[in-house]
């Protein structure tokens, strides 16, 4: 999170970033942002971030460099803290199966 919000910071952009979800602590290497700050500096960031891993790779040399990726599921500092993965979250029996006609919804 540190590193992302001192990244942008050099783009002229302030982002607030969170390193919990839900009250639950991520791993160190996610965080959190608001969509819509995010979708403002997406390209600039992007462009950067670009020329950023083409210098870390001709400086440590191979094909490898550090990646950011969006979207992704979240993973927990630890478990057993009451938070979930969403595969977790619910087992299949607790799952209520929801109908839609015309405009009323029935529960089964």
């Known amino acids: ?16 970033t969170y390193e919990t979800l839900d009250s639950c602590k ?11 700050d995010w979708e403002q500096l997406r390209e600039s960031f992007t462009v950067a971030f670009r020329r950023q891993k083409a210098a870390y790779r ?21 478990h057993g803290n009451g938070c ?3 595969s977790e979250a619910l087992p299949q029996a607790t799952m209520i199966k929801t109908v839609v006609r015309q405009t009323f919804l029935e529960l089964e």
């Not at 992302?4 to 982002?15: A, I, Q, S």
């Not at 290497?29 to 819509?36: E, L």
């Not at 001709?58 to 630890?78: I, Q």
């Open 1 to 16: 999170a540190e590193y992302l919000t001192v990244f942008v910071e050099k783009l002229g952009y302030n982002l607030q």
């Open 58 to 78: 001709r400086a440590n040399g191979g094909t490898t460099a550090p990646s950011l990726v969006e979207d992704v599921e979240a993973h927990w500092a630890s």
């Open 84 to 86: 979930l993965n969403s």
């Open 26 to 36: 991520l791993v160190p290497y996610q965080c959190v942002v608001k969509r819509s």
